[in-house]
């Protein structure tokens, strides 16, 4: 037959498999359910190249399901039922994930899924398999439950309720891959029970990604599905399915608050084949998706989470009236610091939009422990959160004015630096405590105070530097902040002084002396200046260095009277290194002075009775003063003199900037 009318086919029996007899809808299931009407899952548009590809029957239950629930969404009436609070205790003393979990199983598993007369007719449905099914799902909420655990603890012993039969399963473990960053990939292996082994295909999948920039978290899905083969189980299938997906946002926001979501979901379903060839399924679902809202203190730490968590749980099939038990829990939970985040308080518990009757009975337990499992892993995404804003600058940085390197300090100089926090995305002021301020590049090079201060919007914390006596290069202070958005300290929390060093205009002069022997037994004078101005770099404490070239012109002369006096000109290319050493005191320094020459080119030229002539000549020359001592004022100008048999030498140093 055509994809168009088996389809309708299909709709047809489940249409009236909920009609008639005794099919008809428990009192706890929604008003606007009508048992007349055909529900389909929206149509595909049509192609002219290719045919509409048939949905399954797992599909198409899943599809009435997920339009069920989104009714039920917006007809809540917001009843509120009394809630005893004392179900909420499951995690007190606990020691660790492991114990917490083992013990939120055994409230989430199949204990009382054939409860009461919808459990009766789940059960029903379900057949004579029904025990071993409520078993399989069981070990699959065991195994994604596990699967939530870091690697050292995959080996937890999550226990499972045992087999009435004598095909008691044997004990999970599991095979961990580690991926090459965030949080593990894990793949689980167990062993499920099959009656006998060899009758079905079993088929498992176990995917595990971490949650979008921005947030810390994961999504995990574990899936398991079996096909019986012949000759005893041909024709039967069934599919296990459960999502885990906790996440909280990664920085908390200017006033501390942190955005969260948790979605849990397990389902499982059966078929067979109908006596037509078509497939004869049934479904059991249970959904909870949380909205999260977490309070950060003014300490950067979680001080409570509000959860608004809406819950559906359903069945359906060809043979089974469609049963949909919805409720909302809203509350509020703090979390365990020493404990990965574990809850472990519990506060403002309301229960709404939860049916009467048998089912209220039935299913209070279940409730509390879905609002355990969703507080169970919410608690442990904001811890994570919680670690990643606690590396310091990670949601936070702090800002100072003057900002760092943009302030010139002399000798025990002290400057007023205002001090904010600041988010890094929106740049928004945050208050803050500034802590542990101390002097760098270690303590004692100069003087902050106060150590601790605290800032608001619009009043900064103010820090005073006092520079040190004598230059320190990268002098200044440090400090760490800590606020309802994050910390911050280390790198991003340093305030440095501007690199003023030193700035020298050097003038010298150097020529042969013109009375001494050299000069009068009538060997060439040269006379030479120069004038520079030269930077100082600081290359360690008190120590600063400068390199320049420079270009000396010079003039040559002939003292002793001749009958050919001569004349001329001359150059070369000097290396002048300048270092100083700053006194402790930081009231004078010492200066070392010295140049190399190169490109030596000098003549003069002759005339006398015997004619003109013009000769080169070699550049003798050289420096005479090492080492001078001036004070360490800016303006400052000294000069100084020097001499031997042939050379003068005049040097004058003036410092332009410290």
Not at 256 to 283: C, H, K, N
Not at 524 to 548: C, K, N, S
Not at 562 to 579: D, I, K, L
Request: neutral net charge; contains cysteine; hydrophobic residues 35%.
């Amino acid at each position: 037959m055509s994809a168009h009318l088996l389809l309708l086919l299909i709709v047809a029996l489940f249409a009236a498999s909920c009609s008639g007899g005794d099919k008809h809808l428990p009192s706890s299931n929604p008003p606007e359910y009508d048992p007349k009407k055909v529900y389909t899952p929206p149509a595909a548009p049509p192609s002219a190249s290719a045919t509409v590809t048939k949905p399954t029957d797992l599909e198409l239950l899943r599809s009435k399901l997920q339009s069920f629930e989104a009714n039920q969404k917006t007809k809540s009436d917001g009843k509120k039922v009394p809630f005893d609070p004392n179900l909420l205790q499951l995690f007190k003393r606990v020691r660790s994930p492991c114990e917490a979990l083992s013990r939120l199983v055994q409230g989430l598993g199949s204990a009382q899924l054939f409860s009461g007369n919808e459990g009766a007719a789940l059960k029903k449905a379900f057949g004579p398999d029904a025990d071993d099914i409520a078993h399989r799902m069981d070990e699959q909420l065991a195994d994604g439950l596990k699967h939530s655990l870091d690697p050292g603890a995959a080996d937890c012993p999550i226990s499972v309720r045992s087999q009435k039969k004598s095909d008691i399963s044997q004990p999970a473990r599991l095979v961990l891959t580690r991926a090459s960053s965030g949080r593990p990939l894990l793949f689980a292996q167990t062993t499920v029970p099959d009656t006998p082994p060899d009758d079905y295909d079993v088929q498992k999948h176990s995917t595990r990604e971490n949650a979008p920039p921005g947030w810390v978290g994961f999504k995990s899905r574990e899936t398991m599905t079996r096909i019986g083969k012949k000759p005893h189980t041909e024709g039967i299938r069934e599919q296990y399915e459960m999502i885990i997906a906790p996440k909280a946002k990664r920085c908390p926001d200017p006033e501390g608050m942190v955005d969260g979501t948790f979605e849990w979901s397990i389902e499982m379903y059966r078929a067979t084949t109908g006596p037509d060839g078509e497939p004869q399924g049934v479904l059991y679902r249970r959904h909870v998706v949380t909205e999260l809202k977490g309070k950060v203190g003014d300490d950067a730490k979680v001080q409570y989470v509000d959860f608004d968590a809406r819950v559906m749980i359903q069945h359906i099939g060809m043979e089974l009236p469609y049963y949909s038990h919805s409720a909302r829990i809203q509350g509020q939970f703090s979390i365990d610091q020493r404990m990965m985040g574990i809850p472990q308080e519990f506060r403002n518990i309301t229960v709404s939009d939860f049916s009467a009757g048998e089912a209220e009975a039935k299913d209070a337990s279940l409730m509390a422990n879905i609002a355990l499992i969703a507080a169970y892993f919410s608690g442990l995404a904001y811890f994570d959160a919680q670690t990643e804003w606690h590396k310091p600058n990670t949601c936070v940085q702090i800002t100072f004015t003057p900002a760092t390197k943009a302030k010139k300090l002399g000798p025990n100089e002290s400057v007023a630096v205002k001090t904010e926090l600041r988010t890094k995305e929106g740049s928004t002021v945050v208050p803050a405590k500034f802590k542990e301020a101390k002097e760098r590049p270690r303590e004692g090079t100069g003087r902050v105070s106060p150590r601790e201060a605290e800032s608001q919007p619009g009043t900064p914390a103010t820090f005073t530097y006092q520079a040190p006596a004598s230059r320190v290069k990268h002098s200044g202070f440090w400090v760490a902040a800590v606020s309802r958005s994050g910390v911050a300290q280390a790198k991003d929390g340093e305030w440095e002084a501007a690199d003023s060093g030193l700035r020298l205009r050097i003038e010298h002069r150097i020529q042969h002396d013109p009375q001494s022997g050299y000069a009068k037994s009538g060997h060439a004078q040269f006379d030479g200046t120069v004038q520079f101005e030269i930077p100082l770099e600081q290359v360690g404490e008190g120590w600063f260095r400068g390199e320049i070239d420079v270009v000396r012109p010079m003039v040559v002369r002939h003292v002793r009277p001749a009958a050919n006096p001569c004349s001329g000109s001359g150059s070369q290319t000097e290396h002048w290194r300048v270092s100083t050493r700053v006194d402790p005191t930081g009231e004078f320094m010492n200066m070392h002075v010295g140049f190399t020459s190169s490109n030596e080119q000098a003549s003069w030229t002759c005339r006398g009775p015997a004619g003109t002539f013009t000769r080169e000549l070699y550049i003798d020359i050289h420096g005479i003063l090492r080492s001078v001592q001036l004070p360490m004022i800016s303006g400052t100008k000294k000069e100084f003199t020097d001499r031997n048999p042939k050379l003068l030498e005049w040097l004058s140093v003036t410092i332009m900037e410290e």
